[in-house]
């Protein structure tokens, strides 16, 4: 069965500091990987999504996202936390129809 | 529209009487989606709309929840005889054909509380 892991449902950085979101997904998952944050209150926005052949993709408000076939793992970096950044944030991936969400991480940032 | 839209935004009800949902997605989108969102638990797919095809029910939890989409257009998601743990956030979204090239648009949700 597709299945989508996000490692933490909580994750804590102080402003300025690097952000690392985990999510590993099962092998038959791709082609389809995105990263999604949702703000209080508001729906999901697309943040990135994988292109087949790409290892390193970029998104939106300074995220990165590195797949790795190896590890079958898509995590989310950005390398300067901002207080803006507070939010969750959503791992899905797919082969085809619906897409698989992970179950989310809450992203904090201190001051 | 400029974005998929819900209605209504907000909608308590009580147990056991029937609510409806609607989604309006963006023109041309040819697929629509439904989730539902609960405290902790991700997004649970319910169904899945594309084209003139039939629809995905697979995720639908019970036979008292339904949806259907009329014209290719707006969805209307309906549950029966409510019940407490119906209590969630429901969210639409659609894409232009199927997920993988440009993921989804999703409306900002109808929160559904059943007291």
């Known amino acids: 069965a597709q299945s989508v892991t996000q490692l933490g449902s909580h994750v804590s950085v102080s402003e300025g500091a690097l952000v690392l979101l985990r999510c590993n997904y099962s092998?038959?998952?791709?082609?389809?990987l995105f990263w999604y944050v949702q703000y209080p209150n508001q729906g999901l926005q697309l943040l990135l999504k994988?292109?087949?052949?790409?290892?390193l993709v970029k998104g939106i408000n300074g995220f990165e996202a590195e797949f790795k076939k190896s590890e079958t793992s898509f995590h989310l970096t950005k390398p300067s936390a901002h207080m803006s950044d507070a939010a969750e944030y959503f791992c899905?991936?797919?082969?085809?129809?619906?897409?698989?969400f992970g179950k989310g991480t809450k992203l904090s940032v201190k001051p | 529209g400029a974005g998929v839209s819900q209605s209504p935004s907000n909608k308590v009800t009580e147990k056991g009487k029937d609510v409806e949902l609607r989604c309006d997605p963006i023109?041309?989108?040819?697929?629509l989606y439904w989730y539902r969102q609960s405290l902790g638990q991700g997004l649970e797919f319910l169904i899945y709309?594309?084209?003139?095809?039939?629809?995905?029910k697979s995720g639908l939890p019970s036979d008292r929840f339904s949806a259907e989409r009329t014209g290719g257009s707006v969805s209307t998601l309906t549950i029966q005889r409510t019940q407490q743990e119906d209590s969630a956030v429901y969210l639409c979204?659609?894409?232009?054909?199927?997920?993988?090239?440009?993921?989804?648009?999703f409306g900002s949700g109808t929160r559904l509380t059943v007291v």
């Open positions: 709309f594309q084209g003139n095809s039939a629809p995905d």
């Open positions: 994988y292109t087949t052949g790409a290892t």
């Open positions: 899905s991936g797919g082969s085809q129809g619906n897409l698989i």
């Open positions: 023109s041309g989108h040819t697929a």
């Open positions: 092998s038959s998952v791709p082609p389809y």
């Open positions: 979204a659609s894409s232009l054909g199927g997920p993988g090239n440009y993921g989804y648009t």
